[in-house]
């Protein structure tokens, strides 16, 4: 008798201890546009944030209900959006020593003003003593207008 008592408490024991030992997981998704990648962490495990990187844009961060967010705790499922600003350049131009400078965002097509100077005609825009007739952003640069007597 004092057997069977003893195999049901060794039993009632191990059952005890293997349910204890058992923690929550639950998903976590990040995702970044049409991209996601899904982690399992445990509960009250804090999650670590990657930071990423992509031409043309500041990374501000991981969103959480409309936050960006810097630690989170897991507590259940829960999904983090990647937070990204298109950069944006001042770009100058520079006619006949008159600087006019306009702001354009990465990956925009220059709009050249127009440059106009008395007793010359416009020749066109240079960048680095290279004539340019068009320019997508990607920094900031200045363009000057170049003239031809009249």
Known sequence: MKRIFLIIFILLLCSLVSCKGKAKEYKVTFKNGEQQEIVKYKENEHVEFETLTQEGYQFNGWMLDGQVVNEHVVTS?????????????????????????????????????NAEKEGYTFSGWTLNGETVESYIIKEEVTFVATFAEV
């Open 77 to 113: 499922d829960v999904t983090f959006i990647a937070s990204f600003t298109k950069l944006k350049f001042n770009i100058s131009f520079d006619i006949d020593g008159q600087i006019q400078t306009k702001e354009f965002e990465y990956g925009d097509s220059v709009v050249f003003p």
